[in-house]
Structure formats: C-alpha cells, structure tokens
Nanobody
C-alpha cells in the first residue's frame, strides 16, 4: 500500500514562489505516473502538472512557464516548483501516483497567495 505525503504549502504574496514536495512511501516513484492537482473552494479538482514513468511532462495552460514538475527517484520525491504565484493559484494541492489500476493520493497541502 502506497502512502504519499505533501509538504511545502503556505502563505505567499503575489509574485512569490513555493516548492511543494510529495514524499512516497511503499512504492517506487519511477514506475508510476505522477500528477499534481489542485482544488480551490467551490471548484473541481484540476490537474496542474504531470510526469509519466517515461518522463513525459505536461502542464495546464495556467501553469506553463511558471511551474516545474520533477521527480527525484533516489529521494522518492516528486516536486512542484511554483514561481510567479498569483491569487488564482490559491487552492489545496494534492499529489497523485498511478500505475495501472492503482492510484494513490496525498492528503493535500494548502497554498494561499495574497494580493
């Protein structure tokens, strides 16, 4: 059974940066497809960035040019580096790992961007 734990959220001003980390326990990160999702109050959860087991990376249009996803297999960590943050980035951010029919979710970390 996999376990994911996010960290790195917090309160930041517009234009600031945060680095979210997702630590994986019980699974081998390099074998999984990973995604960072976010959910703002009253909105559906949306995919922000993803990295596949073959290192194919995708970003939501809102994240392009500002966010970077990377995987550190040695540290069992998937990171979302977020720069030039905007108030509309305020949400709970979740990491997710998927392999075939197995999918794991972290509990989320709050990101709040003040204007």
């Amino acid at each position: 059974q996999g376990l994911l734990a996010e960290s790195g959220g917090g309160l930041v001003q517009t234009g600031g940066s945060l680095r979210l980390s997702c630590k994986a326990h019980g699974i081998i990160p390099g074998r999984y497809n990973w995604g960072w999702y976010r959910q703002a109050p009253g909105k559906q959860r949306e995919l922000v960035a993803s990295i596949s087991s073959t290192d194919s990376i995708t970003y939501a249009d809102s994240a392009k040019g500002r966010f970077t996803i990377l995987r550190d297999n040695a540290d069992h960590t998937v990171v979302l580096q977020m720069n030039d943050l905007k108030p509309e980035d305020t949400a709970v951010y979740y990491c997710s790992a998927q392999l075939f029919r197995s999918r794991y979710w972290g509990r989320g970390t709050q990101v709040t961007v003040s204007s």
